[in-house]
């Protein structure tokens, strides 16, 4: 059985669950009507997606007479922040041996 941390990761591979996922994080609640509308996908690709991003936590749904609402679930990005931190961390290096710095590069190749 898959940990969460690989849920959360192969949920948000998907271009269309993570361009969905973006949206709802962007411009707050949606039906999935008004999601299809933008969306290169139909209306039952879209539910299914939405569908994926709810098992993952990612996205919660409220209904309200026939429409379904879905709003993106930020906490459920805490596992991804935690392992990009990890893998960021200043002091470390790299399988190569390189640094991995988080602030960015200077020019001259220096960590920030």
């Not at 990612?58 to 990009?84: C, F, K, M, N």
């Amino acid at each position: 059985m898959p940990n969460a941390d690989d849920v959360l990761f192969r949920t948000l591979a998907d271009p269309t669950r993570r361009a969905i996922f973006e949206r709802l994080c962007r411009d707050g609640e949606q039906t999935v009507g008004a999601l299809t509308t933008r969306a290169k996908v139909s209306q039952p690709a879209v539910s299914k997606h939405l569908g994926v991003l709810k098992r993952a936590g990612l996205v919660r749904d409220r209904h309200e007479g026939r429409q379904t609402h879905y709003s993106a679930q930020l906490s459920a990005l805490a596992p991804l922040i935690d392992w990009t931190s990890r893998m960021t961390d200043s002091g470390k290096t790299g399988s190569t041996g390189s640094k991995i710095c988080s602030k960015g590069w200077t020019n001259d190749r220096t960590c920030r």
